[in-house]
């Protein structure tokens, strides 16, 4: 698979909806592993690397998943494509940076992505829809056992997994989802559930993980500890615990509309009016708008083609917009630009209609006929 | 004529387009005139304000002029109906505070405004369409003849009229216009044109006048000296400032528009789509975004009916909202209110169209179909 197949296609957890869909993007796990007897990347001298990964590429490629798989030559690829692989959540923002020695392997679906020589010798990870931390797990730790049983992973009886950094130490295992959080941060109840999220061990954080703020109501939950406990207890609790966070989130979407609905329309409808006429737009800010409309979508106010919004939130970012045009732009023109796409790729959604959500304005108006404007 | 019918009408200076009317929205002036052997209003007791008033309502109202007029007795007015009056540029803030013992005739046209008691025995003015300062002039001038060979103004042969404030002596003229001026205001050059005004000795001021901040690219420009000088002279200075400061205006316009059209287009776009789609409105927003459908009128990429956004500057008011809707509303409640009724008065406005403005961004759309939305 060439880039720019990978560039033109959306990933499955952007065209697919799943478990709890109106609330949680994607589901992640990523497991750190290494290879015994070699110096971690991090340490390795540059022919060291080259070993490790002249190692693994074959084999990872060799995966029946990675079938027509891409290959991310890192010290290879232009600024903007590595780019593209951090916004779409591919690799991390560390291993973009990297020259020579490392690569990452993805598959057609966009599921599965192996990064080599990332912390870790091998940094695999497996998203997918909605809700689903446990089948998350399933996809990648198949490929784990096939790769364990032939490489034979660092590990220690007393400490499980080898891993470069102790906080990976044990199981080696990540777990995140993405959530959609606008009912929650508009009822100024996020901090509460961020403060209780940290207090059971879990971490949360912006849309593109550590070290990122909340961006557009987008929060990353995961765990935070990898030794002592299970996989399955890891996995368990992260899943219990972010479908109590989608109970409060419904739960805060329907106070909001009960007691405050005049700012849920007021904040959908200028969405609405800000994407489709505005003509410079930042990231931040159409993040901003494109989650207020996703939030009417869920509340019945808006009509969006399935899909539509999950591709708009990639679609807008830098090096999407930048790649779709074919050349590096400076960030003034970008934000002229993505108002631009933004203006074409909404141009068939119809205006909010917010009868659904009742109506207490006296004397306020019939809704819009739809062909209006 | 009754409150009800001078709510219900427009003001000629809304209704029609006057000389530079892109930017000058209405001219005025006001002549301060006191009788003679009359202590001033701020000084007199209740019954001599009640004689005066007494005196001079009969004769202002037997004016030909005010024919059909509406007199406005603040004593016994509703708080909404006398805010309605200042919203209207009819009578003053301080005026409409007063209690008993003082009046305002307004004509039928809202033309001509003549107060009776107010810091002098009578304050009268004429409001005009567009820059015609000497027009206005014109207007009230024939008035404060009539009455003078009725009445017999205080006189004094070395200073003028005298008034009951120093700063209004001599001439007891005050000329003003109202200027819409975004481009200046875009530009960031308002700040330059305001010192070189007041250089000159006028004053620039907000939309309601002495004290009020400049709100949504409206500026007040008026005389500061009455004394020393000829009406004429006064007159014809401040008309051919504000004809240069119109000149300014264009080409900041016109620059903008060629060096900086996506921020054009931006703030016109989204005055279109906020106002279009909001569900709450500040009196201040939803100023600062008819400002912009204005520019975009001016500009040719927006088409409101002849003097519907004139109307919504004053219709959006708070005492013209609240008496539209027959009763008190608090701030809350108003802002949806106000959102409510713009988007009804809006609703058959076209999207802006931007290609008179150039079009600049490398593959950027076609213009908007127009039955898209």
């Given at each position: 698979?060439k880039?720019?197949q990978l560039?033109?296609?959306?990933?499955?957890?952007m065209?697919r909806?799943g478990?709890?869909?109106?609330?949680?993007?994607?589901?992640?796990v990523?497991l750190?592993?290494?290879?015994?007897?070699?110096?971690?990347?991090?340490w390795?001298?540059?022919?060291q690397?080259?070993?490790?990964?002249g190692?693994?590429l074959?084999?990872v490629?060799?995966?029946?998943?990675?079938?027509?798989?891409?290959?991310?030559e890192?010290?290879?690829?232009e600024?903007?494509?590595?780019?593209?692989?951090?916004?779409?959540?591919?690799v991390?923002?560390?291993?973009a940076a990297r020259e020579?020695?490392?690569?990452?392997?993805?598959?057609?679906d966009?599921?599965?992505?192996?990064?080599i020589?990332?912390?870790?010798?091998?940094?695999?990870q497996a998203i997918?829809?909605g809700?689903?931390?446990?089948?998350?797990?399933r996809?990648?730790?198949q490929i784990?056992?096939?790769l364990d049983?032939?490489?034979?992973?660092?590990?220690?009886?007393?400490f499980?997994?080898l891993t470069?950094?102790?906080?990976?130490?044990?199981?080696?295992?990540?777990?995140?989802a993405?959530?959609?959080l606008?009912?929650?941060?508009l009822?100024?109840?996020?901090?509460?559930?961020?403060a209780a999220?940290?207090?059971?061990?879990?971490a949360?954080r912006?849309?593109?993980?550590?070290g990122?703020?909340?961006?557009a109501?987008f929060?990353?939950?995961?765990?935070?500890?990898?030794?002592?406990?299970?996989?399955?207890v890891?996995?368990?609790?992260?899943?219990?615990?972010?479908?109590?966070?989608v109970?409060?989130?419904r739960?805060?979407?329907?106070?909001?509309?009960?007691e405050?609905r005049?700012?849920?329309?007021?904040?959908?409808?200028?969405?609405y009016?800000?994407?489709r006429?505005?003509?410079?737009?930042s990231s931040?800010?159409?993040l901003?708008?494109?989650?207020?409309?996703?939030?009417?979508?869920?509340l019945?106010?808006?009509?969006?083609?399935?899909?539509l919004?999950?591709?708009?939130?990639?679609?807008?970012?830098?090096?999407?917009?930048?790649?779709?045009?074919?050349?590096?732009?400076?960030?003034?023109?970008?934000?002229?630009l993505r108002?631009?796409f933004?203006q074409?790729?909404?141009?068939s959604?119809?205006?909010?209609?917010m009868?659904?959500?009742?109506?207490?304005?006296?004397g306020?108006?019939?809704?819009?006929?739809?062909?209006?404007?």
């Amino acid at each position: 698979m060439k880039f720019k197949q990978l560039f033109k296609s959306s990933a499955d957890w952007m065209r697919r909806e799943g478990p709890s869909g109106d609330i949680v993007l994607s589901s992640r796990v990523r497991l750190a592993r290494n290879l015994p007897g070699h110096s971690y990347p991090g340490w390795a001298e540059p022919p060291q690397r080259e070993a490790v990964l002249g190692e693994l590429l074959p084999i990872v490629e060799a995966l029946p998943e990675m079938k027509g798989a891409f290959r991310a030559e890192l010290g290879e690829m232009e600024l903007l494509e590595k780019q593209f692989l951090v916004e779409r959540h591919l690799v991390s923002r560390e291993h973009a940076a990297r020259e020579g020695g490392c690569a990452a392997v993805v598959d057609e679906d966009q599921s599965l992505s192996i990064m080599i020589n990332e912390e870790d010798h091998l940094r695999m990870q497996a998203i997918v829809p909605g809700l689903d931390i446990v089948g998350a797990h399933r996809a990648i730790d198949q490929i784990d056992t096939v790769l364990d049983s032939q490489v034979g992973f660092a590990f220690d009886d007393q400490f499980g997994y080898l891993t470069s950094c102790p906080t990976n130490l044990g199981t080696g295992l990540r777990a995140s989802a993405m959530l959609h959080l606008p009912g929650l941060v508009l009822a100024d109840h996020v901090k509460q559930v961020v403060a209780a999220a940290n207090k059971i061990g879990l971490a949360v954080r912006g849309i593109y993980g550590e070290g990122t703020e909340a961006l557009a109501n987008f929060f990353q939950i995961s765990n935070q500890n990898t030794l002592g406990e299970e996989e399955s207890v890891i996995l368990e609790r992260l899943q219990s615990v972010i479908e109590q966070i989608v109970t409060q989130e419904r739960n805060a979407r329907a106070t909001l509309v009960e007691e405050n609905r005049a700012m849920i329309c007021d904040r959908i409808g200028r969405g609405y009016g800000v994407l489709r006429h505005a003509h410079v737009l930042s990231s931040k800010e159409a993040l901003e708008h494109l989650s207020m409309l996703r939030l009417g979508a869920d509340l019945g106010v808006l009509n969006p083609n399935a899909g539509l919004l999950r591709t708009l939130f990639a679609e807008i970012q830098p090096a999407h917009l930048q790649l779709a045009a074919g050349r590096t732009i400076e960030p003034e023109e970008r934000d002229a630009l993505r108002a631009d796409f933004l203006q074409r790729r909404l141009k068939s959604l119809k205006p909010p209609n917010m009868l659904p959500l009742g109506n207490d304005i006296e004397g306020a108006s019939t809704p819009e006929e739809e062909d209006s404007e």
